[in-house]
């Protein structure tokens, strides 16, 4: 679905700011490995929510010593995350509506 990568990424920064690895990382371990965000798709997508003005950057020494590109959300990524939210909610109820209705006669 699109838009799906945006809300996974501004939901992981809704905890705090992090860098990308870490999000990748939180995002795997909390679907217990059913999502996995590779690189190429991760960095673009954190570019575009840049360009949006919805995540900014900083550069920032990590826990781990090395510098990295630290994200977080701006307060216009907040109230992105709410409305993306909202709908994604909304689709995922009617998708378990539809998938566990039962027949009613004949659809055709």
Excluded: F, N
């Excluded at 905890?15 to 059913?34: C, M, V």
């Excluded at 950057?57 to 994200?71: F, I, L, M, N, P």
């Excluded at 701006?74 to 909202?86: C, F, I, S, Y």
């Amino acid at each position: 679905m699109r838009g799906t990568l945006d809300i996974l990424i501004l939901r992981t920064l809704a905890w705090g700011p992090t860098h990308g690895y870490a999000i990748s990382r939180w995002i795997r371990e909390t679907t217990k490995d059913e999502l996995q965000i590779e690189e190429g798709a991760l960095y673009p997508a954190l570019r575009r929510l840049e360009a949006r003005e919805v995540v900014e950057s900083s550069w920032q020494v990590t826990e781990t010593g090395r510098e990295a590109k630290v994200y977080q959300l701006t307060p216009a990524g907040r109230r992105q995350l709410e409305r993306d939210l909202a709908g994604w909610k909304r689709y995922v109820q009617a998708m378990s509506r539809v998938i566990d209705a039962r027949p009613r006669g004949a659809v055709a």
